[in-house]
């Protein structure tokens, strides 16, 4: 590896170092010490963000668009040594990281694509109607603008697609919002050589030096003022339940509430539905616990959760037993996350009704797969039951009957996803289960497992609280840029005070 961090906090196309300083827990290699996030950085980097918007939110498209093609250039330059700090950092493998950087880089040129396009402005236009009776109907033209600058949040499970340069901050960037960064303490290297990406694409584009901003985090306070801001205008968010609930409450009670985009916890069921089951258990177990044990399982569509009728759960459990028995103990992303799963374990396990069917032994910072069955009343008696594990750990809810199977579905909070495997033969069922799975999920599945998460127009990654907390938004695809936009009506205005998109 040839890149060493030096610590510091990109603002204002400066790198700037403070006084405490915090190291970081690489899962191997050699810890790095960096410059440890301030309420006084926060306001720096806000203003700075503030004087880029009068100038980078009235960038044209195609001048935005290559701004983000150029951002990916300079990342995929870095590549090796972002992918040798991204492995060191977060334990994750190097094929995996040179995988995320592929999504990084192909959702910034997906952006780039996408508003030189131009449909995601809604453009519409009312022509003026100057003798319609009883009164004249105005010329309006209605057009989607930048909002501000918008606060990101690296997230712990995607150094990369989900933070420095990950999606939320190509949306903001592709809709005309300069952006700040803070920082996961689990990756700062990996966010730093993705800062110095960005960085030189700013200078490269000549953007204002504001655009964009890194704040490294290192306590809780520098998240706190990133959000209470009065300068941010929306925050995009991936990470936990408590913490996304605690930053989502601060948003709303501020003078001026602002959108928070977090995208939290989910369980991501999934009904087996009894002829699919009768043709293709074994095919099914396995695609479980491959899909459940990926990457440690610390996935936010980690398919926890199965739902199965009683009379064909003993082999359907011995399968999927078997297929989780070959994996190996997995690195987990930190030491915190290493011990909420173990925590996580220990609640699913001890709960009313619960049995193992498969118990391994995680210890430090790795993880195990465990697999546990429990019946369908007590599943719904005990709403704990439905808590996300973060981690590789299945949970078999049987259910007695058809009935019950749709009482679990029912029951469900909101998830990310919700997935159906059934044959033609279980389509009567599946219609009874879709009108209830439909209000449940922001995306939903048939006859795959819901891990891996296609970059594009359709895609929607989001769903009903928790598992986001805006469901009529999405964090990936496209349509995520809507969350960083806002409808203008210019109502009578002279063509050349209008925004070059609305003449
Ligand atoms: P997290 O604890 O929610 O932290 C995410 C980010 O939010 C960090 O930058 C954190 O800062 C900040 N933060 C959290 N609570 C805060 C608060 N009250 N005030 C200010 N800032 C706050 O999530 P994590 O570190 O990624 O992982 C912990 C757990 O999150 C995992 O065990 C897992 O359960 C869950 N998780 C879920 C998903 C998913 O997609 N569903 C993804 C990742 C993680 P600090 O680092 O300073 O605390």
């Given amino acids: 590896m040839t890149f060493t961090p030096h610590g510091k906090h990109l603002i204002a196309g400066e790198w700037i170092g403070s006084d405490s300083t915090f190291r970081s827990e690489p899962a191997s290699g050699e810890a790095h010490t960096f410059s440890m996030g301030s309420k006084a950085l926060v306001e720096q980097a806000c203003e700075a963000s503030e004087d880029a918007f009068w100038t980078y939110g009235y960038t044209s498209r195609e001048e935005r668009a290559r701004f983000l093609e150029t951002i990916a250039d300079e990342i995929e330059a870095r590549g090796e040594d972002i992918t040798a700090i991204g492995t060191s950092e977060s334990g994750l493998p190097e094929g995996r990281l040179q995988g995320e950087r592929g999504r990084t880089t192909g959702q910034l040129r997906m952006f780039a694509d996408h508003i030189r396009k131009g449909e995601y402005l809604d453009f519409r236009h009312d022509a003026a109607m100057p003798d319609r009776k009883p009164a004249p109907r105005p010329d309006l033209r209605m057009l989607e603008r930048p909002i501000g600058p918008i606060a990101v949040f690296g997230a712990s499970n995607f150094p990369l697609a989900f933070s420095t340069a990950g999606g939320d901050t190509a949306a903001a960037l592709a809709a005309g919002c300069p952006v700040v960064v803070k920082g996961h303490d689990a990756h700062p290297g990996t966010a730093e050589i993705v800062a110095e990406a960005i960085h030189a694409a700013i200078e490269k584009c000549d953007m204002p030096a504001g655009t964009f901003s890194l704040v490294q985090g290192g306590k809780r306070d520098v998240g706190q003022a990133l959000v209470q801001h009065p300068l941010i205008k929306a925050v995009g968010f991936t990470g936990s339940l408590a913490g996304g609930r605690a930053l989502y409450d601060l948003c709303a009670q501020r003078p001026e509430p602002i959108p928070f985009y977090g995208e939290l916890g989910s369980v991501n069921p999934m009904f087996l539905l009894p002829e699919a089951m009768g043709a293709r258990s074994a095919e099914i177990a396995k695609g479980w616990a491959g899909s459940l044990a990926m990457g440690a399982g610390q996935f936010c569509t980690n398919p926890g959760i199965a739902v199965v009728l009683e009379e064909k759960a003993d082999a359907f459990a011995n399968a999927v037993k078997e297929a989780l028995g070959g994996t190996g103990s997995q690195v987990m992303l930190t030491d915190g996350i290493a011990k909420a799963y173990r925590e996580g374990q220990a609640r699913i396990a001890g709960g009313p009704g619960v049995q193992e069917v498969l118990t391994t032994n995680c210890d430090a910072r790795n993880a195990t797969p465990y697999l546990y069955r429990v019946g369908g009343k007590d599943w719904l008696d005990n709403a704990e039951l439905s808590d996300e594990v973060f981690g590789p750990l299945g949970l078999l809810v049987t259910a007695r009957d058809t009935d019950e199977m749709i009482a679990i579905a029912r029951s469900l909070e909101g998830q ?6 059934l044959d033609d033969a279980d389509q009567e069922l599946g219609r009874k289960l879709m009108t209830v799975l439909e209000r ?38 496209t349509l995520s840029i809507r969350r960083f936009l806002r409808p203008v009506c210019y109502q009578n205005m002279p063509e050349a005070l209008l925004p070059e998109d609305a003449r």
């Avoid at 990310?416 to 495997?421: A, D, E």
């Avoid at 296609?454 to 009529?472: C, I, K, L, Q």
């Fill in 416 to 421: 990310l996803t919700v997935t159906l495997h």
């Fill in 440 to 477: 449940k999920a922001g995306r939903v599945l048939a006859n795959g497992f819901p891990t891996g998460v296609e970059v594009s127009d359709a895609m929607v990654h989001g769903g009903p609280f928790p598992a986001s907390t805006n469901f009529g938004a999405t964090s990936v695809g």
